[in-house]
């Protein structure tokens, strides 16, 4: 049946390779039903090689794929990730407190929350200036030290939240850095202008066995101890988002400065988790990064309940299918026109590629 339904697919790719994309926006009923809103997200996508049969096709796909049950799957904690023997959880990071999301057995929202609350603790106290560094000053600045899903995510929402008035008003007197490179070079502007009195450096790894960013945390570290005189000054400037309590306590962070997450976190949606959470916290307020977890959950919400047809990630997904394993189109361009969203690409480049690299085909 399936192997049928793709035949058809070919035939519409056949179709449409004739059909110039001005001929399909003539047709002003297609144009219209290719116009999907959730909230204030909307999505037009008229101006992919479709028409409204090959959409129907493309629908009918994910039905006989299944992707309804596979949701439900997903959202029930089931270990949906073939390759790593995983749940697939974030959304989880993003529900509510009274809501109940389940991993072999367990609800994990009372956990996520518990993380939520001791992050908004600490960051509003390094914030109002209670939280004092080693010399008694307050620390107005932070380092976020990562690689990968453990930085571009947060450099992203970082970029995208500066231009927000709300949230550069909340910002206003702090800095954020970041430091992900093992150029010398990088870790020279990540400390630029700083002073080790009045700075906090967050160390962010799941597994802090990374080398890029366990050899650029013992260099900040060594700075520090430099600028400070002692070793003690590591409880006081340095925390960690990671996973692997041992280490972190080994490497002299006290362990309740340790924000942690779980297995069920891929780090490339971990901007979620206190992976993105304790940094955007410290720069612009739990209040703002809250609202974020909100949308994210609003759109949970519409994944799990919206129809087919008006299901934005659904549709994406399915275009994505189209475009790149019907059409064969090799390449995705992402255009920002918004400026505030100039670290977008970088974030969902690595999301998706990593992805990619870890799906396994029914096929193989
Ligand atoms: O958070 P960690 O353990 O330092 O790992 C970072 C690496 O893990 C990933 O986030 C996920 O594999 C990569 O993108 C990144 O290079």
């Known amino acids: ?45 008229c101006r992919q090689k479709v028409d409204t049969e090959t959409m129907s096709k493309l629908f009918e796909l994910a039905d006989k794929a299944g992707v309804e049950q ?6 029930a904690g089931e270990k949906i990730n073939e390759t790593e023997g995983r749940a697939v959880l974030h959304p989880a990071l993003r529900a509510p407190r009274d809501a109940a999301i389940s991993v072999d057995g ?22 109002s200036g209670e939280w004092k560094g080693h010399t008694g000053k307050a620390l107005t600045d932070v380092v976020c030290i990562g690689i990968g899903g453990s930085y571009l995510g947060v450099e992203f929402v970082y970029e995208a939240l500066k231009t927000c008035p709300e949230a550069a008003a909340a910002a206003n007197g702090r800095k954020l850095r970041f430091l992900a490179n093992v150029d010398p070079i990088d870790v020279k502007r990540a400390l630029e202008g700083l002073n080790a009195e009045t700075t ?18 013992k260099t900040v570290k060594a700075w520090l101890v430099k600028e400070l005189g002692s070793e003690d000054c ?45 940094a955007l916290s ?5 209040g703002t990064v809250n609202q974020f977890l909100e949308g994210g959950h609003a759109m949970d919400e519409h994944f799990q309940k919206a129809s087919a047809k008006e299901n934005l990630p659904l549709i994406l997904g399915l275009l994505d299918v ?5 059409l064969g189109y090799e390449g995705v361009a992402i255009l920002p026109y918004c400026q505030a969203l100039l670290r977008f690409v970088p974030h969902i480049q690595q999301l998706d590629m990593e992805s990619r690299a870890l799906w396994k085909s029914p096929f193989r």
């Open 322 to 326: 189209w475009n790149g394993s019907l």
């Open 200 to 217: 906090l450096v967050v160390i962010i790894s799941k597994t802090f066995t990374t080398a890029e960013t366990m050899l650029n945390a």
């Open 1 to 45: 049946m399936a192997a049928a339904l793709w035949s058809d697919l070919k035939g519409q790719v056949a179709k449409m390779s004739g059909t110039h994309l001005r001929t399909l926006l003539q047709d002003q009923a297609r144009n219209d039903s290719m116009f999907v809103q959730s909230g204030q997200i909307v999505l037009d996508y």
């Open 234 to 278: 590591v409880a006081k400037h340095v925390v960690a988002c990671s996973t692997a309590l041992d280490k972190t306590k080994a490497f002299g962070i006290d362990s309740n400065n340790v924000f942690g997450f779980w297995d069920w976190v891929g780090g490339r949606f971990s901007v979620w988790s206190a992976v993105g959470v304790l």
């Open 282 to 286: 410290l720069q612009y307020g739990f």
């Open 106 to 127: 367990q609800n994990v929202v009372p956990e996520v929350w518990k993380v939520l609350d001791a992050m908004k603790g600490f960051s509003d106290k390094v914030r």
């Open 70 to 75: 596979k949701k439900t799957k997903m959202f």
